[in-house]
């Protein structure tokens, strides 16, 4: 079946610190890979998506990229701002089996100046 | 493009009343919406899949007395908990895709339901 992996938080950084979420996943066909961003209070924004093998997916200085050999989709950024304090979710989707999400637990980051 | 509006943001409402949330998706149409539940510091639970002029489809353990799931038109989809109980408060977030199957999903921002 399919499913994801996310490292646990919560995760806390000083400004300016190199972030990486770690994110592996299992899927039974050829799924398309996603990071999601909570703020407090608010719902789910799309980060950043890549569909296929060797697809970088990048967006406000976040990437990740989708690894088939390892089956992973960690998300990276250089240099964390404070106002990057937020849950990060990693999904995969496989619409050749159905039309359902599946997220990981959510990783805690927060940024301190 | 691609906005899903969700309403009320927050409600509080007395052991026993219903509560209806609304989830619109304002610059496209969608045949399919999906309600998550999440819990303090949990991930997103599916509730069930909105499917519009048909019945929704509940996820095991969902009990679809309880949570009423109405999609009667391709930008309007809504959620009534009905005889709400102190467990039922929650934080309800709604989605929906805005292309085909290969598109990522657009989420509401959430709804604070706290039953007293």
């Known amino acids: 079946g399919n499913s994801v992996t996310q490292m646990e938080g919560p995760v806390t950084l000083s400004e300016e610190a190199f972030l990486t979420i770690n994110c592996t996943y299992t899927?039974?066909?050829?799924?398309?890979l996603f990071w999601y961003v909570q703020y407090p209070g608010e719902g789910l924004q799309l980060l950043l998506k890549?569909?296929?093998?060797?697809d970088k997916g990048s967006n406000k200085g976040f990437e990740a990229t989708y690894r088939k050999e390892t089956t992973s989709f960690h998300l990276e950024k250089g240099s964390v701002q404070v106002s990057d304090s937020a849950v990060y979710f990693c999904?995969?989707?496989?619409?050749?089996?159905?039309?359902?999400?599946?997220f990981g637990t959510g990783t805690s980051l927060t940024v301190i100046p | 493009g691609a906005v899903v509006s969700q309403h009320p943001s927050r409600v509080i409402c007395k052991s026993g009343t219903s509560v209806k949330i609304e989830c619109r998706s304002l610059?496209?149409?969608?045949?399919?919406m999906f309600w998550y539940r999440q819990f303090p510091k949990k991930s997103l639970m599916l509730m069930a899949t909105?499917?519009?002029?048909?019945?929704?489809?509940?996820e095991q353990g969902v009990e679809k007395d309880k949570f009423l799931i109405n999609h009667a038109s391709l930008t309007l989809s809504t959620l009534t908990v009905t005889s709400a109980h102190p467990e039922d408060s929650s934080f309800y977030i709604c989605?929906?895709?805005?292309?085909?199957?290969?598109?990522?999903?657009?989420f509401g921002n959430g709804t604070r339901l706290t039953v007293t």
């Open positions: 989605s929906a895709r805005a292309g085909d199957v290969y598109s990522p999903l657009h």
């Open positions: 899927a039974t066909g050829y799924p398309s």
């Open positions: 890549a569909t296929k093998a060797d």
């Open positions: 999904a995969l989707s496989d619409p050749r089996t159905g039309n359902q999400f599946y």
């Open positions: 610059d496209f149409q969608a045949t399919t």
């Open positions: 909105s499917n519009e002029g048909s019945k929704a489809t509940y």
